[in-house]
T-cell receptor, first 115, second 115 residues
Framework: GDSVTQMEGPVTLSEEAFLTINCTYT??????LFWYVQYPGEGLQLLLKATKADDKGSNKGFEATYRKETTSFHLEKGSVQVSDSAVYFC??????????????FGQGTILTVHP | EAGVAQSPRYKIIEKRQSVAFWCNPI?????LYWYQQILGQGPKLLIQ????????DSQLPKDRFSAERLKGVDSTLKIQPAKLEDSAVYLC?????????????FGQGTRLTVV
């Protein structure tokens, strides 16, 4: 079945450090790929997405590129801020099944940024 | 625009009791999802509705879980009887349509503790 694997966490960084959170997937067909973020006390919200190979999603300084050849969608940010502290989830959708819209999530990565 | 509303936010029950969660999606969203998020894991789909019809309930433990979406608007998820392993956050999400590119909007969730 479809699955998403994220790098083991948690991740702790100092402000202005470079961030990478690895995400790889296994899926049939050609899924869409997403990063969702959950800030403390809030619900999950979409951070960025990419719908086909070589697409780059970007938002709030975060970027991720859909790499079909390596089945990866790594999240990056050049300079993190304390306000980026949150839980980040990689997810896929529409991988050839009938349940379009259904999201398959990774286990989440806790990011803590210190001043 | 009002977001996805869920209630209650927290619930503590004893095993073998029953419990119900309520969700009101964003107005106009045809697709509604219930996810279960166990501590330390990513959300897992329990059931997906398109208007008032079930699209996918393959992961719903039907011997104890039930869900309905009467009139294609708000939805109720019920557990009867609850088990200790049902302790989790129950997330409701909605999207305008059920396709691979659709953004899902999540509520804040209901945290269930079964003792």
């Amino acid at each position: 079945g479809d699955s998403v694997t994220q790098m083991e966490g948690p991740v702790t960084l100092s402000e202005e450090a470079f961030l990478t959170i690895n995400c790889t997937y296994t899926a049939t067909g050609y899924p869409s790929l997403f990063w969702y973020v959950q800030y403390p006390g809030e619900g999950l919200q979409l951070l960025l997405k990419a719908t086909k190979a070589d697409d780059k999603g970007s938002n709030k300084g975060f970027e991720a590129t859909y790499r079909k050849e390596t089945t990866s969608f790594h999240l990056e940010k050049g300079s993190v801020q304390v306000s980026d502290s949150a839980v980040y989830f990689c997810a896929l959708s529409g991988a050839g099944g009938t349940s379009y819209g259904k999201l398959t999530f990774g286990q989440g990565t806790i990011l803590t940024v210190h001043p | 625009e009002a977001g996805v509303a869920q209630s209650p936010r927290y619930k503590i029950i004893e095993k073998r009791q029953s419990v119900a969660f309520w969700c009101n999606p964003i107005s106009g969203h045809a697709t509604l999802y219930w996810y279960q998020q166990i501590l330390g894991q990513g959300p897992k789909l329990l059931i997906q509705f398109q208007n008032n019809g079930v699209v996918d309930d393959s992961q719903l433990p039907k011997d104890r879980f039930s869900a309905e979406r009467l009139k294609g608007v708000d939805s109720t998820l019920k557990i009867q009887p609850a088990k200790l392993e049902d302790s989790a956050v129950y997330l409701c999400a909605s999207s305008m349509m059920a396709n691979r590119d659709s953004e899902a909007f999540f509520g804040q969730g209901t945290r269930l503790t079964v003792v």
